[in-house]
């Protein structure tokens, strides 16, 4: 199923995904339906200083914007980041990996999220490492006419650890520790969604960049309709 534009259906790339297939990543299956417009699940996952919302899984994370890309209907942000407070959740421990990591290479952790119209992918490299500890892929499926809920189908591929085996032993606390930041972040784009509904119209004067080319490419390339 295309879940964008149906006219642009045989003319946009289906996004590549190689660590799906790579024996040295695990894939956790994402399928559920939530009650916001689709492009609320792309800004909320692009914007990423919406981290200090997460804080009481993952402390106190200072997210810092180091570059934007755009094309017509793609969008691209690079991100390294710094924990202010708090210590690292084992679940994010064992999906991402200790900060810091190898000397050479980067000198950085870097996340890069792209909107590659109607598709969203964030990848995780630690520092001086080349390949992602963390790959996802997103789709997000309207559910109504009115595109008030959306159905967000991913594939979250997290890079096994050097010890054979471990990552099936710990992934119930993997599961529960994404399962805290999914249910978080369905709270926050749903509670966007009704205040959009309470004002009938977006009141947000958007500042960010990034996020203004984000809706460029979502109104440029959408369905017509209710988008916001």
């Known amino acids: 199923m295309f879940p964008g534009e149906s006219a642009r259906a045989e003319s946009v790339a289906f996004p590549e995904l190689p660590a799906h297939a790579d024996p040295r990543y695990k894939t956790r299956y994402l399928d559920r339906e939530v009650a916001c417009h689709y492009s609320f699940m792309h800004e909320n996952l692009m914007d990423m200083n919406h981290q200090f919302l997460h804080r009481k899984l993952m402390g106190r994370i200072r997210a810092v914007f180091l570059d934007m890309r755009q094309g ?113 972040d369905r709270d926050i784009v749903e509670l966007e969604q009704r205040a959009f509904d309470a004002q009938g119209a977006d009141w947000n004067n958007e500042i960010f960049p990034v996020i203004r080319g984000l809706r460029k490419v979502l109104i440029e390339n959408g369905v017509a309709g209710n988008c916001r």
């Open 72 to 184: 017509d209907d793609w969008i691209e942000v690079d991100y390294t980041f710094g924990r202010t407070a708090g210590r690292q959740n084992l679940g994010e421990r064992f999906i991402i990996g200790k900060p810091g990591g190898a000397a050479e290479g980067r000198g950085h952790d870097l996340m890069t999220i792209r909107t590659g119209y109607p598709y969203q992918t964030l990848k995780f490299w630690t520092k001086g490492t080349t390949e992602p500890a963390l790959d996802l892929w997103n789709a997000y499926i309207p559910r109504d006419a009115d595109q008030r809920t959306n159905h967000t189908y991913g594939l979250m591929m997290i890079k096994k650890p050097s010890v054979p085996g471990l990552i099936h032993l710990l992934w119930p606390v993997i599961v529960w520790f994404t399962e805290g930041i999914f249910r978080e």
